[in-house]
């Protein structure tokens, strides 16, 4: 919920691994942390330079803060919450990071085009969103919302963040009785396909998954393990599968759709979703 308001800079990504933000972030002189932020290395290392750094909320322990936190709170508290009567508030620094920050640039057809047709398409509702590189794409396109108006975003983080994703977004769609609409790669997507069978005396859940089909795990492409050889990074990180999500689907007797342009799945997330389907953005 907190990608609302006008203090949200949902450029925050670049701004803070580029020069200019990264000139406004030495600035900083303190850092608050409301739960586990695992997302972007660049708020990890503002995190870790902090000269002055506070943890709260979502159950924050000692454990799981930065060795130096100087207070490590379970929730966040009230005070901080409240402005003194009469107290002049100096916008200088907020108008600092939003003069800094840009619109993201449009891009035809790839992962962040993909993100944002899913922006646009959950609206105010409830999106399910895979981890790894559908959840990176969709933090750098998310545009900030009006306050009280941002979606409802759900991830498992885990181990892997990986498990159960389909199963997860059923279990969201039944116990809301809502349409949900999940984002997430044909990695994810495959390690968690059972998640699709639903017995024929079972309710179904009103649910569509968007798979980003880019032919394995790219997203270690940009990590350090690309620094292997190319043949290595391909068969251990990448791991090309090959599978026809069409034919699974198929199997599973869930509708499914294959599009590979910006217009195609804008046209496809446009349609009503009365049950279970698949659309495949293949890239």
Do not use: K
Not at 217 to 240: C, K, N, Y
Not at 253 to 267: I, K, W
């Amino acid at each position: 919920g907190a990608r609302a308001g006008a203090c949200c800079i949902p450029d925050y990504a670049r701004l803070l691994a580029g020069t200019h933000g990264e000139t406004l972030a030495r600035q900083v002189r303190q850092v608050v942390v409301v739960g586990r932020p695992t997302l972007s290395r660049s708020v990890q290392a503002l995190i870790a330079r902090a000269p002055a750094l506070a943890v709260a909320g979502f159950g924050a322990r000692w454990s799981d803060a930065p060795a130096h936190a100087e207070s490590v709170l379970p929730a966040v508290p009230a005070s901080w919450l409240e402005r003194t009567p009469g107290e002049a508030v100096d916008r200088g620094w907020l108008e600092q990071w939003r003069a800094a920050a840009e619109p993201t640039p449009a891009e035809s057809w790839g992962p962040r085009a993909i993100a944002a047709a899913f922006a646009v398409a959950v609206g105010a509702g409830i999106g399910v969103v895979g981890s790894s590189g559908p959840v990176r794409a969709l933090d750098r396109v998310l545009p900030a919302a009006a306050p009280g108006a941002a979606p409802t975003l759900i991830a498992n983080r885990g181990l892997a963040g990986i498990d159960g994703t389909v199963s997860t977004a059923v279990g969201v769609a039944l116990a809301t009785r809502r349409p949900v609409l999940a984002l997430m790669g044909d990695v994810t997507f495959l390690h968690d396909a059972g998640g699709l069978l639903v017995g024929p005396r079972e309710e179904r859940p009103r649910l569509r998954i968007v798979v980003v089909n880019d032919g394995g795990g790219t997203i270690f492409a940009g990590l350090e393990h690309a620094a292997a050889s190319a043949a290595d990074v391909e068969r251990v990180f990448t791991t090309p599968h090959g599978a026809h999500l069409a034919a699974l689907c198929e199997a599973y007797r869930v509708p499914h759709l294959s599009v590979a342009s910006q217009e195609g799945l804008t046209a496809a997330l446009a349609a009503p979703c009365d049950g279970l389907e698949v659309i495949e953005a293949v890239l």
